[in-house]
């Protein structure tokens, strides 16, 4: 999971306000499988972590900007 959080956060956290780091240090908690289950969407994210922050990991990856 350190690729999809890494090249995420590399591409992105110089814009993040206080509160999107938060969300996103949050994000790193999350055990490795339960998390790969949720952002490749073979499991329905719970909704105490389907935020705006997670959405956008979510449209990174799926964008093929991860791959870039």
Avoid: C, N
Avoid at 31 to 55: K, L, N
């Amino acid at each position: 999971m350190d690729l999809v959080l890494g090249r995420f956060a590399d591409a992105q956290i110089a814009r993040w306000s206080d509160a999107e780091l938060d969300d996103y240090e949050r994000l790193l908690e999350i055990p490795d499988q339960q998390f790969f289950a949720w952002v490749s969407g073979a499991e329905t994210i719970s909704a105490d972590y389907d935020t705006a922050m997670f959405r956008r990991l979510r449209e990174f990856h799926d964008s093929g900007e991860a791959l870039k």
